[in-house]
C-alpha cells in the first residue's frame, strides 16, 4: 500500500530555534495535511494544502505542497515549549476519502 | 459544540478477551472513520462510515475487527477474540463531509492486550 516516509523521526531542540520536517510518497496526492498530537490527545489539524507549490502559514508555522505532488514539508520558527508533540504529514487522494498519514516526528523542545 | 467523544480512554485486556471502543462523532457529522497506531508507527486507516453505511472497510485488519453504526449516529469497534498485536491507539474521527478537508479526531483509546 501507499506509505509516507517522514522525517526526522524524532527532534531535541532549544527554545527559539527553528524546526524543520518534510514527508515524502512515491504516489501523489491532491491535498497534503500536517497534524499535532499532544500527550493524551488526538491529532489536530494545524495546515491543509490543497495545490502544487503551495505556500501556507498559519501563525510560526508555514507549510509547502511540493511541486511533484509527492512531498510537502512544515516549518516551525523561534520554537516554544508548548511546540512539544509529535506531528504527522497526511496525505489525500481525491475518490479515496480516506488519509494516508505518516510515522510522526517527536519533537522536544528543551527550554 | 463538543468534540469527537472516545471511551473508554485506556483499556487493558487478555489476551483472548473482548473489547468494544465506542465513539461518539460531532453531532450532524455524516463521515466516521476509525484509525489505528500501533507504537511508533503510522497512523493507519481502518475503516470510513457514512451514515450507517460502511463506505469502505479496506483497512481492517481481520475479521476478529467488527465495526457497527447504528442510527448513523455512535459507533462501536469491537474485538473479539483481541490478540497482543491488537494493542495500540484507536482513534475515531467525524467530518461532515468527505474529502480532504480534514477530520475532527478523538482523544482515542489506548488498548494495551497482554
Known amino acids: 500500500g501507499q506509505q509516507l516516509n517522514q522525517s526526522p523521526q524524532s527532534m531535541f531542540i532549544q527554545e527559539g530555534e527553528d524546526v524543520s520536517m518534510n514527508c515524502t510518497s512515491s504516489s501523489i496526492f491532491n491535498t497534503w495535511l500536517w497534524y499535532k498530537q499532544d500527550p493524551g490527545e488526538g491529532p489536530v489539524l494545524l495546515i491543509a494544502l490543497y495545490k502544487a507549490g503551495e505556500l501556507t502559514s498559519n501563525g510560526r508555522l508555514t507549510a509547502q505542497f511540493g511541486i511533484t505532488r509527492k512531498d510537502s514539508f512544515l516549518n516551525i520558527s523561534a520554537s516554544i515549549p508548548s511546540d512539544v508533540g509529535i506531528y504527522f504529514c497526511?496525505?489525500?487522494?481525491?475518490?479515496?476519502?480516506?488519509?494516508?498519514f505518516g510515522t510522526g516526528t517527536r519533537l522536544k523542545v528543551l527550554a | 459544540e463538543a468534540g469527537v467523544t472516545q471511551f473508554p480512554s485506556h483499556s487493558v485486556i487478555e489476551k483472548g478477551q473482548t473489547v468494544t471502543l465506542r465513539c461518539d462523532p460531532i453531532?450532524?457529522?455524516?463521515?466516521l472513520y476509525w484509525y489505528r497506531r500501533v507504537m511508533g508507527k503510522e497512523i493507519k486507516f481502518l475503516l470510513h462510515f457514512v451514515k450507517e453505511s460502511k463506505q469502505d472497510e479496506s483497512g481492517m485488519p481481520n475479521n476478529r475487527f467488527l465495526a457497527e453504526r447504528t442510527g448513523g449516529t455512535y459507533s462501536t469497534l469491537k474485538v473479539q477474540p483481541a490478540e497482543l498485536e491488537d494493542s495500540g491507539v484507536y482513534f475515531c474521527?467525524?467530518?461532515?463531509?468527505?474529502?480532504?478537508?480534514?477530520?475532527?479526531f478523538g482523544s482515542g483509546t489506548r488498548l494495551t492486550v497482554v
Open positions: 453531532s450532524g457529522h455524516d463521515n
Open positions: 474521527a467525524s467530518s461532515p463531509n468527505r474529502g480532504g478537508y480534514g477530520y475532527t
Open positions: 497526511a496525505g489525500y487522494l481525491s475518490g479515496t476519502y480516506k488519509y494516508i
